[in-house]
């Protein structure tokens, strides 16, 4: 996203504090390929949690029973990528910013891609792993004044803009080791420790305060034009710079970053109808970064100043320790009948708590049993749909079809063998 690079250039209006927007809008697109069509979120290790209690691809059965761990060896995989924007569109927001602003202070993309395999006979799980966060807070003030920028719309009134904004990016890979472990007869946790291996990661603030005054048609281009004074703060770290550092001769070496975190699963029933499946996602992840450059900024600007403004930094290396976002789901599931079940399900990273409605129903022809559910998200209005199987499974979810201004969007796909 280019909205953490372009806050401070429109203060400063010089190479030095210039945010080269190749960066936050690099690190994403890779990941929002998928969710520009439709989006996405992963459920657990054992991911159909719409599935009928009675039927044999419901995770609450085959983890209670332990017919695939005594039985077969098995192989899961899922993808997975959620994203939500309420200030903008979502293809707006990582792209240009240029949809009509509505009230927001978030921003967030969460991506996961796991393949795990549990030899017959084990309790034991190994597996692959790939994990993607990136979450931002803001001050609606300061979305407006980007927003003002990007689309050339100088302020009408002179007003002023507290500026806050907080990013956090971590990019990773790497080996999981998973075990399961009966609690009682009807309930049973499964962990995972996680090893990580950086692939990309960013981290900072901007904070101050932006008056604007209100000037002539003819003299003003942009909100830039019209800003009277200013104070903003920089302090971020990098693996590569997203700043002009280059304008400075600062060329830092990329960083080596390592880390871990815990996944934990807990899955049981309730009574003979009603299951509860808890997964949480990088409990008490941390990255260490050796060596991660580090950049800080204070500009002061005042249009009738002599000088106009004045800007300090510093730039620097130093070891980093960083805290992986976490991300907790919960489904909570009722069967009414052979066929129909209701559901809630819970969606919990550190910016924003989400819960969705559903309602499923199963399909029994030709002996292949299915689950077809409806989902209903009513904090963002987002409907969406889910299919599972015994050997995979597909979750759809938007706020609109029309991707290009979906502001709440999901998708999640997974698969299963056995052997």
Do not use: C
Not at 6 to 25: E, G, T, V
Not at 271 to 277: E, F, I, R
Not at 278 to 295: A, E, V
Request: aromatic share 12%.
């Amino acid at each position: 996203m280019s909205f953490f690079s372009q806050a401070i250039y429109i203060f400063s209006q010089q190479d030095l504090a210039f945010f080269a927007k190749r960066k936050l809008s690099f690190i994403v697109p890779t990941t929002i390929a998928i969710m520009a069509s439709t989006s996405t979120s992963a459920q657990s290790e054992n991911p159909n949690l719409y599935s009928n209690l009675n039927s044999p691809s419901n995770p609450t059965t085959d983890l209670l029973n332990n017919q695939n761990i005594n039985e077969k060896s098995q192989v899961d995989w899922t993808v997975m990528a959620t994203a939500h924007s309420p200030a903008q569109p979502i293809a707006a927001f990582i792209g240009d910013w240029d949809a009509p602003l509505d009230s927001g202070e978030h921003a967030y993309l969460q991506g996961r891609a796991d393949l795990k395999v549990r030899p017959a006979g084990s309790v034991m799980s190994y597996g692959l792993g790939w994990r993607y966060d990136y979450l931002m807070t803001f001050s609606e003030e300061t979305a407006e004044v980007y927003w003002q920028y990007e689309n050339k719309q100088p302020s009408s009134t002179s007003q002023s803009y507290p500026l806050f904004l907080d990013a956090k990016h971590n990019e990773r890979f790497g080996a999981n080791v998973g075990f399961t472990q009966p609690l009682s007869p009807n309930w049973q946790l499964t962990t995972h420790a996680n090893i990580w291996q950086g692939l990309h990661a960013l981290e900072g603030k901007v904070s101050g305060n932006l008056t604007t005054r209100v000037l002539p048609d003819t003299e003003v281009n942009n909100i830039g034009d019209s800003v009277d004074k200013a104070d903003a703060y920089v302090d971020y770290y990098y693996d590569e710079p997203a700043l002009g550092e280059e304008n400075l001769n600062w060329h830092p070496d990329k960083p080596s970053g390592y880390g871990y975190s815990l996944d934990l699963q807990l899955a049981g029933k309730l009574s003979d109808k009603t299951q509860l499946t808890l997964s949480g996602y990088d409990i008490f992840g941390r990255m260490h970064w050796k060596n991660m450059p580090s950049t800080r900024y204070a500009l002061d600007y005042d249009a009738n100043g002599r000088p106009l403004y004045t800007i300090e930094g510093q730039l620097s290396t130093k070891d980093v320790t960083q805290t992986l976002p976490w991300r907790v789901e919960g489904s909570l599931i009722h069967q009414l009948n052979n066929q129909w079940q209701l559901g809630v399900h819970a969606q919990v990273n550190d910016i924003q708590d989400l819960y969705q409605l559903s309602a499923g129903y199963q399909l029994t022809a030709n002996n292949y049993p299915m689950t077809i559910t409806g989902l209903m998200e009513p904090q963002t209005k987002a409907l969406g749909i889910a299919l599972d199987s015994k050997y995979g499974g597909i979750k759809l979810l938007t706020d609109d079809i029309d991707s290009e201004k979906a502001k709440r969007s999901e998708i999640s796909l997974y698969g299963r063998y056995a052997w």
